[in-house]
Each structure stands twice: as structure tokens, then as C-alpha cells.
């Protein structure tokens, strides 16, 4: 293969003519030894070969690099003189690539490997008598996207191109002339601008919403890819029929040098595309063709979510531990103080503290008559006017929120966490393959030997429920898959990811009308088609935004509530309930000293004697003489 930039191919024209034509070559000089029959009897077409090329680099291909690929049968001076030349350039992906033949066949062409042809082809020969048909349908000529052949007809240049989804597929574009040639355009017209009516084999996997579902069953089949699909045939003028599986249930892995599950049904050809998006990798990119992404995603963990804290600890949770210890503290020392200034009147630590703690429960307290003392009340007042509204302020939110433990954030909190695996389903998709090669990857490197395939994705589902195992997966499909198939609302997804991803229809390799159904779901994508379609199929998954216009949402946490209000149930207030029985226990026990101790008292009292009443004031917090 000889490939030269536009500075370089009038060079190799004039070596081409001087070679034809019979003059010294390269220090090497022509004879009919040399030259087989063949050759010589095509000199007069080849030099006009050569001159409609140097014509085609003036015209069609004039801002294009040209590659030059050399039948394997010509001349070897020919074949070694231009590979002399000193100027040379690799090719890029617009290059036009001019292969000038005596016999037209992969194996006389260099023209790279049969699945990876060039993508603009000129073919020139330079000899008549061709089968034009069989030249063009030859199948390593299949994936090459601008086609173009150019050959003597009764003594001048006929060029031809094909039109595979039309018949007859041999399309005649005229006479060479450079006047008639000028652009691009004429010289290559689109191949596959309209399909004829061609019916598509579509290879699809039904359980992957919002791509490919059923919303009820024994309903049609809807989705994004669905809706594409629809759009494309109707204005490429194609048919399509889909198959709702893979004969082995799998998306597709290489296996001993073939591909399973929905990738090798399109391998083989029974397919032409696959209607499900997949991710690139390496595997694959050698294997297929892939279109335009049609959605971006995510590969995230989904782990069960934490158990909310226990709800009889309501009470206490408003404050902290150094709270709680800090007013603790507080009411001992502000009791002290009291008692210290109340001893004249013989008071005692347990009655000058419940004289403060009356006011942390917002009772009123009878006033003090004492100077020494208001200033310790008006403070004492102030404290618990802010702890009071503090506590109640925190315990409305306790009570209408639920409360977790931390929840993992990132892959590093995750690979620290030594009791929680990662699990996937293995059925042959982008992630279970990747978990597969743990040890390659950088981002799976730390999780290696603790990662678990299971065979079925209800036990990975499983495995996620009961808090043992990570689920690792596409963040779409897995969040409308645990909420809609499996009925679970007790997950979160871990918000760093392992990779973002793109999905995208894959074709078989060397499929060069690919490049028409890319053109048009760019447009989709780029005018918000697609997007739209996507937001319309998640509202349709979500059952309580269809019911009801609102509420939880599959890219949502499952228990957020939409702004609604929620009734408080035993379970908010059972701390509460557990602290009045505490209190009746309690009450019954110092009930009963107390009767206990009134008997003793009344055997020894006087018959008729009445105990004096008892007043609780910071000036006199002793019964009256």
C-alpha cells in the first residue's frame, strides 16, 4: 500500500505513465521478458487510468490525502520503483484510497483486513472485459462506505457504483469527463440514501427497560429503542422484525473464540444490529461496529440501606452526648449555687433541683423575694428558654424525618468496608465481564477476592437485600429494575461511580450503511428527541408519579416523600411512652415508701396532729414553723 499526500501523487502518476509507456524506470529498463502479455496489451488503458486520476486529485478528492493500494500482479519495477518514493503519510480516516488493478480480489489488493476496509474507495482498472456486478458485490467490499469503480468501456471510462438495498443494485454513473465529475458529491453519492423497503433483523433483549419492556403482560414490546426504531424506518423506508432474546438468554461474551448470547447472533449474521444499547470495550471494538451512543450512564454500586436508629431513642437524640452531659453539669452546680444561698432557710440539694428542673419542663415557678437569687433565675430562665426551643425544634425533625446511619459515599469508604462484597449477575454483560478481570482493572483492583457472580439476577438482588453484597451495575436499568420487577425500597446508590458509559446499538464489523442510521439518531439526540422519549419512559415505570403526578422516583431515595406530610406513628413516639412508663413505675415505688413511711410516722404522732403544708419558693424552701 502506497500512500503519498496531494504534493506527492503527480510524482507517482509520471512514474506510472514512463512505466507504461516503456521508458528507463528507476534505473531499470523495460523488456517484454519482463512484462508479461497481459500488461502490455492494456498500456493504452492505463495511461487514460492514469490520467482520469491525476484528474480526480484536481477535482473530487483536491482537499483529500490520497492512498494509492497496487495490484499485487503488476510489474514488479512498477510495484518496486513507487515504493522508492520518499514521500510518504499514513492514512487517515477521509482519505481516499485509489486501488488500480489488473484482477480485482482482496488478495491482489492490500487494502488492510477484511474487517476493517478502507472507508472511500476508488477502484481504477486498467484493463476492460470486467464482470462490473461481480467486481462490486465481492463481499470484503461490503463495509466500505463511498464506493466508486472506474473502468475502460469501448474506449473510454465508465464508472459505476452500488446501491445494496436497491435492484437492480448496479448503478451507471456516467462517462468519466472532468466536467462532469467536479465534486465529491457526483463522484460518490450516498449508497444508502434510501433503503428500498429493506427489512432489518433486529436483535433484542426484552428485559431492559426503559430500552426494550413490556409494561403489562403479553403487551407490545415498548421502549427508547422502540420509539428510534420507529423514527428510522420511517424515514430511511426500511422494515425491522426484533427478537425478544438470545437463544442462550445472555447479552454476549466471548467464549473460546465465538460470541454468545445477542452479540453473536449479529457475530454470525443472523442479525443485522442489535435494538439493546451496550458499552464499548476492548473485546468488542475488535469484534463490532459501534453506533452512535445514544444515552449516557453510569456504572454505580447499590447497597441495602442503613437500619434507621432505634425510635425510643427519639427523646434523646435532639442533643448530643456533651450536650446532654453539659446541661447535667449544669443543673448540679445551678442547684449548688441555690442551696448555698437558701441554707439560712435549711433547704436541701433534692428540693432546690426540682425547683430548677421545673423550669426545663416550661413550668412557671413562684418568684423570688430575694436579690441574691433573682440574678441566678433570670439567667437559669434564659439557659433553658434556648435549650427548651433548641430540643423541641430538633425533635420536630427527628419526628418527621428518618434517620440512617452515615451512608458509604465513595469506593474508597467501600473497599474499607471488608464485610461487604460486590456482586453482579453473570449473564455475559459489559460489568460481569470487567468484575471477571478485577485484577486489570484500576478501579476493581482493590475489590479483588471480593467479588461474587452469581448465575441468576434475583440472587445478586438477593445477596444486596440481606446487606451482605454490593450490586454492582448500570444505574438506570438497576433502579428502575429493584423498584419495578423486584419491589425493593430499602437501597441507595453509592454516589461516586466506577465509570461513566456510553450505550450504543452494535452493528457486525466492516457494516458501512451504519453510518446513515448514526447521522439520523444524532439528530434525534442533539434535538432532545431521545432525552424526551427517555424522561417519558421513566414516568411511565414510575407507578406512583403515574398514579398520582407525584411522589418517588426512580432516580429518587425509595422513602422520600415528594414534600408530602406523614403521620406520626407509635414507633416515632414510643420513646416517649417507654419514658411514662419508666415514670408510673417509678411513681408507684416512691408511692408506696411513702405510704410505708407515713404509717411509721402516724404510730408515733399524736392523735389529731396535722403535718403543716409544704411551700417551694427560692426564698423560703422550708415548711413554715
Not at 453509592?494 to 451504519?514: N, P, Q
Request: aromatic residues 10%; contains cysteine; proline residues 6%.
Amino acid at each position: 500500500m502506497i500512500m503519498t499526500p496531494a504534493t506527492a501523487v503527480p510524482k507517482l502518476l509520471l512514474f506510472l505513465t514512463a512505466a507504461f509507456q516503456g521508458e528507463a524506470f528507476g534505473g531499470i529498463k523495460r523488456s517484454g521478458r519482463e512484462w508479461s502479455e497481459q500488461a502490455a496489451g492494456v498500456a493504452v488503458e492505463a495511461e487514460r487510468a492514469v490520467k482520469m486520476v491525476r484528474q480526480v486529485m484536481k477535482g473530487p478528492a483536491r482537499d483529500r490525502t490520497l492512498t494509492f493500494s497496487l495490484d499485487t500482479t503488476l510489474p514488479a519495477t512498477v510495484r518496486d520503483a513507487i515504493s522508492s518514493l520518499s514521500q510518504f503519510q499514513s492514512p487517515v480516516t477521509d482519505s481516499l484510497h485509489v486501488a488500480l488493478f489488473f484482477n480485482l480480489s482482496h488478495q491482489t489488493i492490500n487494502l488492510g483486513s477484511v474487517t476493517h476496509p478502507p472507508r472511500h474507495l476508488l477502484l481504477v482498472s486498467l484493463r476492460s472485459g470486467h464482470d462490473v456486478t461481480s467486481l462490486l458485490t465481492q463481499p470484503w467490499l461490503s463495509g466500505v462506505q463511498s464506493l466508486a469503480l472506474v473502468t475502460p468501456v469501448s474506449g473510454s471510462l465508465a464508472t459505476y457504483t452500488l446501491l445494496p438495498f436497491c435492484s437492480p443494485s448496479l448503478h451507471y454513473l456516467g462517462h468519466w469527463s472532468p466536467h462532469t465529475f467536479t465534486t465529491w458529491e457526483s463522484l460518490f453519492p450516498d449508497r444508502f440514501l434510501n433503503t428500498c423497503h429493506t427489512v432489518f433483523h433486529v436483535a433484542l433483549k426484552l428485559e431492559d427497560p426503559p430500552y426494550f419492556y413490556r409494561r403489562r403482560l403479553h403487551s407490545q414490546p415498548v421502549g427508547v429503542s422502540v420509539n428510534i426504531l420507529r423514527a428510522l424506518s420511517t424515514k430511511l423506508n426500511f422494515s425491522y422484525d426484533v427478537t425478544e432474546d438470545s437463544l442462550d438468554g445472555t447479552w454476549g461474551v466471548l467464549e473460546g473464540g465465538e460470541w454468545s448470547g445477542l452479540l453473536g447472533m449479529v457475530n454470525r449474521g443472523e442479525y443485522n444490529f442489535t435494538g439493546n444499547g451496550f458499552i464499548k470495550s476492548w473485546e468488542r471494538r475488535e469484534a463490532f461496529d459501534f453506533g452512535e451512543p445514544i444515552y449516557q450512564d453510569k456504572v454505580s454500586v447499590f447497597l441495602k440501606k442503613p437500619v434507621s436508629v432505634q425510635a425510643w431513642m427519639d427523646l434523646v437524640r435532639p442533643f448530643s452526648v456533651g450536650v446532654w452531659a453539659a446541661l447535667l453539669v449544669a443543673l448540679l452546680l445551678s442547684s449548688a449555687f441555690f442551696t448555698l444561698q437558701a441554707r439560712v432557710q435549711r433547704s436541701n440539694m433534692s428540693v432546690t433541683s426540682l425547683y430548677l428542673v421545673r423550669v426545663l419542663l416550661s413550668q412557671s415557678t413562684p418568684p423570688s423575694g430575694q436579690p441574691r437569687s433573682r440574678l441566678l433565675v433570670s439567667v437559669w430562665l434564659l439557659v433553658c428558654l434556648i435549650i427548651t426551643s433548641a430540643f423541641t425544634s430538633n425533635l420536630v425533625g427527628i419526628f418527621t424525618t428518618n434517620t440512617f446511619p452515615a451512608p458509604i459515599t465513595s469506593l474508597s469508604q467501600l473497599a474499607a468496608q471488608t464485610t461487604i462484597r460486590l456482586t453482579t449477575p453473570d449473564y455475559g454483560s459489559f460489568t460481569s465481564n470487567r468484575m471477571k478481570r478485577a485484577e486489570d482493572d484500576v478501579s476493581l483492583r482493590r475489590f479483588q477476592g471480593r467479588i461474587d457472580l452469581f448465575p441468576l439476577q434475583c440472587e445478586a438482588v438477593a445477596g444486596m437485600t440481606a446487606g451482605t453484597h454490593g450490586f454492582v451495575e448500570v444505574a438506570t436499568h438497576t433502579m428502575i429494575m429493584l423498584t419495578t420487577k423486584y419491589k425493593k425500597r430499602n437501597w441507595y446508590r453509592v454516589k461516586e461511580a466506577f465509570l461513566t458509559v456510553e450505550m450504543s446499538w452494535v452493528y457486525k464489523k466492516g457494516t458501512a450503511w451504519k453510518t446513515k442510521l448514526d447521522e439520523n439518531i444524532k439528530w434525534l439526540k442533539y434535538t432532545g428527541v431521545i432525552e424526551q422519549w427517555y424522561k417519558m419512559e421513566l414516568q411511565h415505570l414510575d407507578v406512583g408519579k403515574k398514579r398520582q403526578g407525584r411522589g418517588k422516583g426512580v432516580n429518587d431515595d425509595p422513602d422520600t416523600t415528594g414534600g408530602r406530610g406523614r403521620p406520626l406513628t407509635t414507633s416515632h413516639l414510643q420513646g416517649l411512652f417507654f419514658l411514662l412508663g419508666l415514670a408510673w413505675v417509678f411513681s408507684i415505688v416512691v408511692f408506696l415508701l411513702e405510704k410505708t413511711h407515713e404509717k411509721m410516722c402516724c404510730s408515733f404522732c399524736p392523735i389529731g396532729s396535722v403535718p403543716p403544708p409544704f411551700h417551694l419558693t427560692p426564698d423560703s424552701l422550708t415548711p413554715p414553723s
